[in-house]
C-alpha cells in the first residue's frame, strides 16, 4: 500500500542530497572548463603532454595572470607548437648500464672538464655513450617557460631595434631553443656576454655591427668542422658553445642566434642541407633590422659575406612554428627520407639566395610507388634527396630549384631510393632530360684541369654515366706520365662521372658538349 509519508520523508532526502550532487558535478566539469579556455592547437598538445602537463598549464596560468594579451599569446604560441621539438642529448654509462654522474658544465673551463672526464674513463673501464632524446612537452618545466617569457619580452622591449613585429618575435626572439640542441638556461649568460652588441647596433646600426660580432667570435671560439664529433650529439647546447669556445659551422649559426635573440634582435638558422655543385653542406645566418630587412651573414667562414658562392640544393629557414606546408606535416614519416624532410619547422628561402626556377620532370610511366617523389642531389658520391613533389600523370614539379644544377627525381620506398626519371639539367631558361642515347655514341677525352684534376702514377681512374645507375664505360690505370685519357663508345646524352681509386668522395658529375667540351655540376 502507498505511504504517503514515506514517499515525502524520500523525496525530502532525495532533495538533500542535490547540493553534493550538483557539487560533484561541478568538480567534475572542472577540467573540462579549464580546457575550454585554450585554443585548440594548445589543448592537442596539452592532451599529448602526459605527467607534464601541470608543468605547461602553469606556465599558462601564469600568461593568463599577467592580463597581458601579447604574453598570453607568446604562452600559447610557445606551447602549441612544443610537440614537434626534442633534445638530442647523451649520458655515460658503465658496462653495468649504470649511468654515470657527470656533466663537463661543473667545471671551472673546458680542459678540467676533460681532465675530470679522463679520471671517469679510467675508474669505469667499457665506459659508452647513451644516446637519448628529450620530447619538450614531456619535460620543459613551467618555471623555464615563465623565465624564458620574461626575458625575453625585456629583451624585446629594451632592444636597439624598435620595429620588431609580434610575429617577428615569437618566431624569432621568443623561442627558447634553436635546433636539437640539449635545452639550457642561456638568455642571462648571453644577454650579459654580448650586451655590447646593443650598444654597436644602436651606435652604428645592425648591418655595420654584424662584423664586430664576427671579430669578436674569431677571438675566442674555434671553428673545427673539420673534426667529426664523436659523442652522439648533433648540435652543442647554448652554454655548451661558451663553454668549449668550439664547434662546427651548425654550432657557429646557433650561436649567433642565442647571441643576437639575447639582444632583441629577430635571427634565425638557415640550413643548406646539400650542395649542388660540390660536397657536404653548410649553415647561414639571418638577421632582420630595424626595416625588416634579412641580412644574411656567413659566420662559418674565414671572409664575412652576406652571399652564397656555389650553387645550394636548397636554403631552408629553422623557424620554431609548424609549417603546415612541409611534405611531414600530412605525409607518415616512415614515407620521408631522413634529414629535414622530417621536420615541420621550416620553410624554403631558396630564392633569396640563388636563381630558382620550378621544375617540371618527366616520370618512368612503370615505376609510380608513391605519389610523393624526390629531388635528389649528387653529393658525396651518392644522391641525395633534398625536396619532393607530388605526381601526377607521369610527371612531377620541383619548385624553387637553383639554376645551373643537375637532379634525379627518385621515389622512396622501404628505407631506399628507386630512380623515377631521368637526370634533367635546370639551365638558365630551359631544362634538358639527360636519357642516354647508346645508339650514338663517340670517342670522349678526359683532360687533366688545373685545380680538377691531375692524374697520379698507379692510380686508376673509371669513367661511368648514369642509366637508372652509374655504369662503367671504362678504366685506365696511370702507368706512366700522362695529361689526358681517351674513352671509346661514350652515348650521347648522358650524364658522366669520373672516379679515381683514392677518391675522397669529392668528384662531381658533368655532360660531354657536341664539341667535346665538359661541363661540371
Request: aromatic share 14%; hydrophobic share 35%.
Amino acid at each position: 500500500m502507498y505511504n504517503q509519508k514515506s514517499a515525502k520523508t524520500d523525496k525530502n532526502q532525495s532533495l538533500a542530497l542535490w547540493p553534493g550532487r550538483i557539487f560533484k558535478t561541478i568538480v567534475f566539469l572542472i577540467p573540462f572548463l579549464v580546457q575550454a579556455q585554450y585554443p585548440s592547437a594548445v589543448e592537442a598538445v596539452l592532451k599529448k603532454s602526459g605527467t607534464n602537463r601541470p608543468e605547461l598549464e602553469k606556465a599558462l596560468a601564469y600568461s593568463d595572470k599577467t592580463g597581458d594579451p601579447y604574453k598570453i599569446k607568446a604562452m600559447q604560441f610557445l606551447i602549441a607548437n612544443m610537440d614537434i621539438h626534442s633534445s638530442s642529448d647523451y649520458y655515460w654509462e658503465d658496462s653495468a648500464n649504470n649511468k654515470i654522474a657527470y656533466n663537463e658544465l661543473d667545471y671551472a673551463d673546458f680542459e678540467q672538464s676533460r681532465n675530470a672526464f679522463a679520471t671517469v674513463k679510467q675508474q669505469n673501464p667499457g665506459l659508452k655513450a647513451k644516446p637519448v632524446v628529450y620530447k619538450d612537452i614531456e619535460t620543459i618545466k613551467g618555471d623555464y617557460l615563465i623565465n624564458n617569457l620574461e626575458k625575453a619580452f625585456t629583451s624585446w622591449h629594451t632592444s636597439p631595434l624598435k620595429t620588431t613585429s609580434f610575429e617577428d618575435f615569437c618566431e624569432y626572439i621568443l623561442p627558447y631553443r634553436v635546433s636539437v640542441e640539449p635545452v639550457q638556461n642561456w638568455r642571462p649568460a648571453y644577454t650579459g656576454k654580448f650586451k655590447w652588441v646593443s650598444n654597436q647596433i644602436t651606435e652604428k646600426g645592425l648591418n655595420s655591427a654584424l662584423q664586430y660580432v664576427k671579430d669578436d667570435y674569431d677571438s675566442w671560439f674555434v671553428n673545427n668542422w673539420k673534426e667529426k664529433r664523436t659523442e652522439p650529439l648533433p648540435r652543442l647546447g647554448s652554454l655548451q658553445l661558451l663553454f668549449r669556445k668550439q664547434g662546427a659551422c651548425s654550432d657557429i649559426a646557433s650561436m649567433s642566434v642565442f647571441t643576437m635573440r639575447s639582444q632583441g634582435i629577430p635571427a634565425a638558422v638557415n640550413i643548406i642541407p646539400f650542395w649542388a655543385t660540390a660536397t657536404e653542406g653548410h649553415y647561414t645566418n639571418t638577421f632582420f633590422d630595424e626595416n625588416k630587412q634579412m641580412l644574411n651573414c656567413d659566420y662559418g667562414t674565414k671572409d664575412f659575406r652576406q652571399n652564397l658562392v656555389r650553387e645550394p640544393a636548397k636554403v631552408i629557414r629553422l623557424t620554431y612554428s609548424k609549417n603546415p606546408e612541409t611534405l611531414a606535416s600530412f605525409e607518415d614519416m616512415g614515407n620521408i627520407p631522413k634529414g629535414f624532410l622530417q621536420q615541420q619547422n621550416y620553410i624554403d628561402v631558396t630564392n633569396d639566395f640563388w636563381e630558382t626556377t620550378d621544375v617540371k620532370c618527366p616520370l618512368y610511366v612503370d615505376a609510380n610507388p608513391s605519389k610523393i617523389v624526390y629531388a635528389t642531389t649528387f653529393n658525396g658520391l651518392a644522391w641525395r634527396p633534398f625536396w619532393w613533389g607530388k605526381t601526377a600523370n607521369n610527371e612531377t614539379v620541383f619548385t624553387k630549384l637553383c639554376r645551373r644544377t643537375v637532379i634525379i627525381p627518385q621515389y622512396y620506398s622501404n628505407g631506399k631510393m628507386i630512380p623515377a626519371g631521368a637526370p634533367v639539367v635546370i639551365g638558365n631558361t630551359t631544362t634538358k632530360v639527360l636519357q642516354p642515347d647508346l645508339t650514338q655514341t663517340k670517342e670522349v677525352t678526359i683532360a687533366e684541369k688545373e685545380k680538377y684534376l691531375k692524374f697520379k702514377l698507379g692510380i686508376t681512374y673509371q669513367l661511368l654515366y648514369w642509366d637508372n645507375k652509374w655504369i662503367m664505360l671504362g678504366k685506365q690505370t696511370v702507368n706512366s706520365p700522362i695529361t689526358e685519357m681517351k674513352f671509346e663508345r661514350a652515348p650521347k646524352n648522358a650524364l658522366f662521372l669520373f672516379v679515381a681509386s683514392d677518391s675522397r668522395g669529392l668528384e662531381r658529375p658533368f655532360i660531354i658538349e657536341d664539341n667535346g667540351e665538359r661541363f661540371w655540376f
